[in-house]
Structures are given as structure tokens and as C-alpha cells.
């Protein structure tokens, strides 16, 4: 059965800290992985996107990182800041449709405290 | 930033209702799709389309149905609107070429 898990569930931080957000997945076929940032109330923004060759990913702050191998990756997210007060919902896509369906984690709830 | 839109952004209404949820693009993005999100649960597929004149239910089965009569225009309608209805709803669209999906900021609908 494809599933993505992702944890923790939720992580409370103190601004400037850094964190690390993790995705296991059992997907299969796998075409890419993304994470994306959804703030409460709002649709989910990506942050990063990787294909089966590639390790790690980054976008500012925000770095990924794939083990295609293991079917892990994690979110490191460097020097936090109260925006990044969200969740964070990792998303795998299987090359098996021409939809290119996705399977989403139920992602990690991050707070940043200051 | 997004040009995805959806309308309204919340909405209250009784059991028995007929609702209309709007999404609307400005991309020219041929595929769109609706989720279902409850909180601190995962998206799940409800609706999708290829492009104009086509409709798909996805992975979760609703009782919801939808329409695409313009490429940029894909709206979602309860008929007879009940309390297990009550959810966020998040309108997406992307490219035919790109898997990114771009979503819009959700309908958050609560039916009493």
C-alpha cells in the first residue's frame, strides 16, 4: 500500500533553532518528492521539489534532502523564524499515472516561539 | 504567489442547503483538481479534471460533483449540503507539463 508518514507530528521550537522535519514513504513507482509549507487557513505553498537523482534540494532556509533508497527524506529548516509557524505536508508522486498521482503525509505541525 | 482563487473563504449553512464552492485560475492551467482536508489530516482527492468538458472523482468518494466548462473556472456543488460535509476544501491546478500542483487559500465550510 502507498503511504507517506511523516514525523514528527508536531514540534514547538525556539526561534533560531533549527529543526529537522522527517518523510518515510512507501510509494512505488517514485517519480519526485515534494515539501510543501501550508499556513493555517491556507493552501499549501511548495518549497522543494526533487526527482529520483537528486540528494538534497534547497530553497533559502529550507533544506531537503532524499535517500531514494531507504524512501526517506527530511526537511531541515535552519535559524527559524516565527513565519515558519506551520504545517509542513511532505508529498510523494508515483510515475505509474498520467495524472501523476500524489500521496500526501498528514504533515508536521511546526511552532516557533520566541 | 499563486493566481488561484476560490470563493468563499468560509461559509456557514444549515443542513439541507444547496452550495456552490468557486475556483477559478488565471494560468491557463488544464488540469485542476479539489481536495478534502479535515483537520490535522492529509489532502485526499475528490475531483479532477484534464481540461474543459472533462471531470474525474478521485480517491475519496464524495457526494459533491463538479464542472468545467472554461479552462479557468472549476467549481464544486453540495446539493443538499450535510453536517458530515463540514471540512476545508482546496482547489488546486497545474500545468500539463509540471507536476507542481498550485493551490488556492481553501473554502472552509461548516454545515450545521
Known amino acids: 500500500k502507498n503511504q507517506v508518514e511523516q514525523s514528527p507530528q508536531s514540534l514547538i521550537i525556539l526561534e533560531g533553532k533549527n529543526c529537522t522535519l522527517q518523510?518515510?514513504?512507501?510509494?512505488?513507482?517514485?517519480?519526485?518528492l515534494r515539501w510543501y509549507k501550508q499556513d493555517t487557513g491556507r493552501g499549501p505553498v511548495s518549497l522543494t521539489i526533487?526527482?529520483?537523482?537528486?540528494n538534497t534540494k534547497s530553497n533559502g532556509r529550507y533544506t531537503a534532502t532524499l535517500d531514494a533508497d531507504t524512501k526517506q527524506s527530511s526537511l531541515h529548516i535552519t535559524a527559524s523564524q516565527l513565519s515558519d509557524s506551520a504545517s509542513y505536508i511532505c508529498v510523494v508522486s508515483d510515475r505509474g499515472s498520467t495524472l501523476g498521482r500524489l500521496y500526501f503525509g498528514r504533515g508536521t505541525q511546526l511552532t516557533v516561539w520566541p | 504567489e499563486a493566481d488561484i482563487y476560490q470563493t468563499p473563504r468560509y461559509l456557514v449553512i444549515g443542513t439541507g442547503k444547496k452550495i456552490t464552492l468557486e475556483c477559478s485560475q488565471t494560468m491557463g492551467h488544464d488540469k485542476m483538481y479539489w481536495y478534502q482536508q479535515d483537520p490535522g489530516m492529509e489532502l485526499h482527492l475528490i475531483h479532477y479534471?484534464?481540461?474543459?468538458?472533462?471531470?474525474e472523482k478521485g480517491d475519496l468518494s464524495s457526494e459533491s460533483t463538479v464542472s468545467r466548462i472554461r479552462t479557468e473556472h472549476f467549481p464544486l456543488t453540495l446539493e443538499s449540503a450535510r453536517p458530515s460535509h463540514t471540512s476545508q476544501y482546496l482547489c488546486?491546478?497545474?500545468?500539463?507539463?509540471?507536476?507542481?500542483?498550485?493551490f488556492g487559500p481553501g473554502t472552509r465550510l461548516l454545515v450545521l
Open positions: 488546486a491546478s497545474s500545468h500539463p507539463a509540471a507536476e507542481t500542483q498550485y
Open positions: 479534471s484534464y481540461g474543459v468538458n472533462s471531470t
Open positions: 526533487m526527482t529520483f537523482s537528486e
Open positions: 518523510c518515510n514513504y512507501t510509494v512505488s513507482p517514485f517519480s519526485n
